[in-house]
């Protein structure tokens, strides 16, 4: 199965739900910061959109980077992007201070293209049209539901297109530099496992991050108005992860920001200082670290080894609506949903069952959620009846606005998630040669390219 950039997975279930609440997790300030006050969100989603530059500007050259023209209008798009995709209102005074950092990550991104280009790395129309479709589908959404949300916020869909062409691309070519190197032995997970077992006792933490890089020291100062601009967001309440995918300059934006349970002896010096005095939750301000400014959240703490837990795996079976529900005036066709949905409910005799009834009924969400850490479903009707329904029966019809679902608990158990699994240490091997590799070679291409900026 095609691992794409969560960003795409966030960013359209942010738009498909009009950025809702579900998606939006606010962050308090690290207690040495003052925390903005929220910035309310206006009931129009026209008043959200960033404003568009002037025609002239629009038509205008950004910048040339070995010859390739970055738009005004490349540009502002990009920042209609990010307005849409945080749910926040952008005012003028706000674009302004993004366009330089914008404008900078536009060209990061045209170096890492050009040289996606040089190595014949194709990521072909195909590729990106069957990403969409994935992304459509694993989050609900109808075929070209994409598209529409994003021409009625005025955002042209080449930027997202191009976006994630670049992500999947730079993706594919890091792992062929590595070549032997992306294979992790046994050798070096049971080593990593071994130093892990020697820290048994200690805290770790589950942070998450936004770089934003410095390549010259003249860019400190832009570099810095764009992270105080994303902070001031994100204790708004925009999410994390969905700015994280946008903006960030590391390979972690891969995943939204995250990077896992880490220990002390993983984190820069001065970002342990930080996440050791602030609360889960919290965004820090910008911290400044080995090229650029890191922004921190953290997702919690806990003494390595130990984090008892129970999980569960499901199954779901979704009926979707031809319409949205009126709860007070379903029509014939809803309620023969419902009724089909309650005739599977009685039907089904094990999660093979909602598998193929889920196939069946074309509803367009996944039948396998993956394993699920009970206290952590955010939503406490649905955490009680997973943690309640006795495995191998299937719930009542579950009624939303957009369908019908019926869920199954396949099993549950109690887990010590303190100790990784052999994956997980093999995961965070690779993603650390990964993230290696990625700066190494940005820093190459950046040190030979020819850049022209444009007022």
């Known amino acids: 199965m095609r691992v794409l950039p969560p960003l795409f997975a966030l960013l359209l279930a942010a738009i498909a739900a009009g950025v809702s609440a579900a998606l939006v997790q606010p962050a308090v300030a690290q207690p040495a910061v003052t925390q903005p006050g929220?910035?309310?969100?206006?009931?129009?989603?026209?008043?959200?959109?960033?404003?568009?530059?002037?025609?002239?500007?629009?038509?205008?050259?950004?910048?040339?980077?070995?010859?390739?023209?970055?738009?005004?209008?490349?540009?502002?798009?990009?920042?209609?992007?990010?307005?849409?995709?945080?749910?926040?209102?952008?005012?003028?005074?706000?674009?302004?201070?993004?366009?330089?950092?914008?404008?900078?990550?536009?060209i990061d991104e045209r170096l890492r293209l050009q040289e996606l280009q040089r190595r014949s790395v194709v990521v072909s129309d195909r590729d990106i049209a069957a990403?969409?479709?994935?992304?459509?589908?694993?989050?609900?959404?109808?075929?070209g539901l994409m598209r529409r949300?994003?021409?009625?916020?005025?955002?042209?869909?080449?930027?997202?297109?191009?976006?994630?062409?670049?992500?999947?691309?730079?993706?594919?070519l890091l792992r062929e530099l590595l070549g032997r190197n992306a294979e992790v032995s046994a050798t070096e997970t049971t080593e990593l496992e071994a130093a892990l077992r020697g820290q048994v006792g200690q805290t770790e933490f589950r942070v998450a991050e936004i770089f934003v890089p410095i390549g010259e020291?003249?860019?400190?100062?832009?570099?810095?108005?764009?992270?105080?601009?994303?902070?001031?967001?994100?204790?708004?309440?925009?999410?994390?992860?969905?700015?994280?995918?946008?903006?960030?300059?590391?390979?972690?934006?891969?995943?939204?920001?995250?990077?896992g349970w880490v220990?002390?002896?993983?984190?820069?010096?001065e970002v342990l200082r930080v996440v050791q005095i602030m609360p889960a939750g919290a965004v820090s301000n910008p911290i400044r670290v080995p090229g650029g400014f890191s922004i921190i959240t953290l997702r919690g703490k806990r003494v390595i080894g130990t984090d008892?837990?129970?999980?569960?795996?499901?199954?779901?079976?979704?009926?979707?609506?031809?319409?949205?529900?009126?709860?007070?005036?379903?029509?014939?066709?809803?309620?023969?949903v419902l009724e089909k949905a309650r005739a599977a409910a009685a039907a089904v005799r094990s999660?093979?069952?909602?598998?193929?009834?889920?196939?069946?009924?074309?509803?367009?969400?996944?039948?396998?959620?993956?394993?699920?850490?009970i206290d952590a479903i955010p939503n406490a009707p649905l955490r009680e009846l997973i943690g309640t329904l006795p495995t191998g029966k299937a719930s009542q019809p579950l009624i939303a606005e957009d369908g019908v679902a019926v869920i199954m608990v396949c099993s549950r158990e109690a887990k010590n998630l303190g100790v990784p699994t052999q994956r997980e240490l093999s995961q965070r091997i690779l993603g650390e040669r990964v993230e290696l590799t990625g700066r190494q070679l940005m820093r190459e291409l950046q040190r030979r390219a020819v850049i022209d900026l444009r007022s």
């Open 263 to 269: 220990q002390p002896n993983q984190l820069d010096a």
């Open 131 to 143: 990403a969409i479709t994935e992304i459509e589908a694993s989050n609900g959404m109808p075929p």
């Open 308 to 336: 008892n837990a129970t999980v569960a795996t499901i199954r779901q079976a979704f009926f979707p609506f031809a319409t949205r529900l009126n709860p007070a005036a379903p029509t014939d066709a809803q309620r023969a």
């Open 38 to 106: 929220a910035t309310a969100q206006p009931a129009d989603p026209a008043a959200r959109r960033a404003p568009r530059l002037s025609a002239g500007q629009g038509a205008g050259i950004a910048a040339v980077v070995n010859g390739d023209v970055i738009s005004n209008g490349d540009v502002d798009n990009r920042a209609r992007l990010f307005a849409l995709s945080t749910g926040l209102p952008m005012s003028s005074d706000v674009l302004e201070r993004l366009i330089p950092q914008v404008r900078r990550q536009l």
């Open 351 to 373: 999660c093979e069952d909602v598998d193929r009834v889920n196939t069946d009924a074309a509803g367009g969400r996944a039948a396998d959620p993956g394993e699920l850490r």
């Open 217 to 259: 020291a003249r860019q400190a100062s832009d570099a810095q108005r764009f992270a105080d601009t994303i902070i001031a967001q994100l204790r708004a309440g925009a999410s994390f992860g969905v700015v994280a995918a946008q903006f960030s300059q590391s390979q972690t934006a891969l995943q939204g920001g995250d990077l």
């Open 149 to 172: 949300r994003l021409a009625a916020e005025g955002v042209d869909l080449r930027t997202m297109i191009d976006q994630l062409r670049v992500q999947l691309g730079w993706s594919r």
